[in-house]
């Protein structure tokens, strides 16, 4: 059986949505967002660091997202949601399924914290404003690869599972500006899908 160690409003999301897409049966560990669970020696008996998503697959653990979904799908599925090596699509694919976690995540990880965890005091506006121009930069390809495309390499896949939920999560704190019309239509598109609202919703 498989367990997620699941907190709302985290990448933890990603997992839910991909395990959904995918129909699979799975286990939800809810914890909160907060110090209490994610720190717990429980928890960082999981993951060092104490923090979410962990796959737990009848004994087999597991953390960091992409290395997730790259798992479920090579251990569950029989090449879903990911174009096959040879393909010509298999390069794109790769590209912006690691694009998301080493490009756009980390100035959102910035945003989050100079905005959300840091209390005023501490904040800093040039890191802000740094964070918010390299999202910006970073967003500007993923603008272009959309256009004329309802997904980033064309048809659905777990690339669009990271970048999609990344997207998602710089919408919400306000992070994509006006003029890219492309990401506005894909994360609405993203949003109609069965499976995010089930993982949103968790
Ligand atoms: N690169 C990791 C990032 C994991 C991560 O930072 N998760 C955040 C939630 S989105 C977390 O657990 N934060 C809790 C904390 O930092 O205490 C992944 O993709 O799984």
Not at 26 to 53: C, I, T
Not at 170 to 196: H, W
Request: include cysteine; aromatic fraction near 8%; hydrophobic fraction near 40%.
């Amino acid at each position: 059986m498989l367990t997620l160690h699941f907190a709302p409003n985290s990448r933890a999301g990603r997992i839910v949505w991909l395990l959904e897409e995918l129909g699979l049966p799975y286990e939800l560990n809810r914890m909160d967002f907060h110090p209490k669970d994610l720190k717990s020696d429980e928890h960082r008996a999981r993951h060092p660091l104490g923090r979410v998503p962990v796959l737990d697959d009848d004994g087999i653990t597991i953390y960091e997202s992409g290395a997730i979904v790259e798992y479920v799908i090579a251990r569950h599925t029989d090449g879903a949601l990911k174009p096959a090596v040879d393909s010509p699509l298999f390069p794109e694919f790769l590209q912006w399924f690691h694009y998301c976690e080493g490009m756009v995540m980390p100035p959102i990880n910035t945003i989050v914290v100079q905005t959300i965890l840091l209390p005023p005091e501490r904040q800093n506006k040039e890191a802000l404003e740094q964070a918010q121009r390299l999202l910006g930069k970073a967003l500007a390809p993923v603008e272009v690869a959309l256009e004329g495309r309802d997904y980033l390499i064309g048809e659905f896949s777990a690339a669009d599972i990271m970048l999609g939920h990344a997207l998602y999560m710089s919408g919400r704190l306000g992070c994509v500006d006006d003029t890219m019309k492309n990401i506005q239509a894909y994360r609405e598109r993203l949003e109609t899908r069965p499976a995010f609202q089930k993982a949103m919703a968790a």
